[in-house]
């Protein structure tokens, strides 16, 4: 049985473990056993803070099989991204240069630096053992964040984001990186990432650029990474699209991987969650129906799990003692329950504001 909880102390050989098999490598999940030790901390302060707005905590979750006695992903939401520093992005623009005497008008492409995503709040630093990639593990692990955020809506902004890893060529190496940053910086990709998450990133504004960037002067190879995502999570953000996020005209400052927003109450979680009392049944007589993530109502002990969507006559959720006991619940106790499915989507691209 796989459960969604918040991060403990005992759990960090797993986090090492996770950041350090993380494809590609997360700026903000990373391989530093100090960091990840106050990821941990600063996620035990953020649960058993009284909160009425979103600031600068940070929850941390992992997902443990339960069969295994391993935890076997993680994932974090930030409050706020921008909370203690502006969270830089670039921002797509166009703007038109035109002449009456040439009889030119031309449309440019341009990538504007950006701090417009640090008041919604982040999902990220999401990594799952390889073995459970493409089973509900991942769903779940993705999503339960959202059943945490629907219950505690006042911790959260109405503006959710999610930034993807970028495009990477074979070697490893970022072309967008090294037709922009690198001419600021001297560094690696690789290099550079790795001291954004373990230092500040105050250095971003400090050294980049502060004027927009035009397109038409940087690589073939870099203008086609823009917005384009990590080819490994090209199936997550397809889900997050189903969910209802849309692709917005902000990107990553180190590789133009899509940042994407979604309003909070117009996703399918929080659209389709409903709340139902427990009833408690042997496995064996529960009636077939549709997996469902179900999670219960404690905050520092929050657990969310996959289950059958087995209603009885009267609205009561038919749940297995495995499965209450897990989610700390008993007979008569309301869990949040959402199906774990979701529509078939178009990608879609937000022309608005995020």
């Not at 494809?23 to 953020?46: F, K, V, Y």
């Not at 089973?135 to 993705?142: F, K, M, N, P, W």
């Not at 209603?311 to 869990?335: D, Y």
Request: charged residues 25%.
């Amino acid at each position: 049985m796989l459960v969604v909880r918040p991060v403990r102390p005992a759990d960090l050989p797993a986090l090492e473990r996770l950041a350090g098999s993380a494809t590609p490598r997360l700026t903000n999940l990373p391989a530093h056993r100090d960091r990840l030790e106050e990821r941990i901390t600063r996620s035990q302060r953020a649960f058993g803070r009284e909160v009425d707005f979103p600031g600068d905590e940070h929850y941390t979750f992992v997902i443990e099989d339960r069969e295994r006695g391993e935890v076997v992903g993680t994932a974090t939401i930030r409050a706020q991204a921008g909370a203690n520093e502006a969270y830089y992005t670039y921002r797509q623009e166009t703007l038109i240069h035109a002449s009456q005497q040439l009889n030119v008008r031309r449309e440019v492409q341009t990538l504007s630096l950006s701090h417009e995503v640090s008041e919604a709040t982040l999902l990220c630093a999401l990594s799952l053992d390889e073995r459970y990639k493409g089973t509900s593990a991942e769903s779940l692990l993705r999503r339960a964040r959202l059943m945490f955020i629907a219950q505690y809506p006042e911790r959260f902004a109405e503006i959710l984001a999610v930034a993807f890893p970028g495009f990477l060529d074979a070697e490893g190496e970022s072309p967008f990186w090294n037709s922009v940053g690198n001419h600021f910086f001297a560094r690696g990709y690789q290099d550079i990432n790795h001291i954004a998450g373990v230092r500040s990133k105050s250095f971003i504004a400090e050294v980049m650029p502060q004027f927009p960037l035009y397109l038409p002067l940087l690589t073939p190879q870099a203008r086609a990474a823009i917005g384009r995502e990590h080819p490994a999570h090209e199936t997550p953000m397809q889900e997050m699209l189903a969910e209802g996020f849309v692709r917005s005209r902000h990107v990553d400052i180190f590789d133009a991987g899509p940042v994407i927003k979604g309003e909070r109450e117009r996703l399918e979680t929080f659209r389709r969650a409903a709340w139902h009392p427990v009833r408690v049944r042997p496995a064996a007589s529960l009636p077939d129906a549709e997996p469902a993530m179900i999670a219960n109502q404690k905050l520092g002990e929050f657990r969310c799990v996959v289950a059958r969507y087995a209603l009885s006559p009267t609205g009561q959720l038919m749940l297995s003692p495995e499965h209450a006991e897990v989610l700390g619940v008993e007979e008569g106790r309301a869990v949040l329950v959402a199906p774990l499915a979701l529509p078939a989507v178009d990608d879609v691209y937000d022309e608005g504001e995020l």
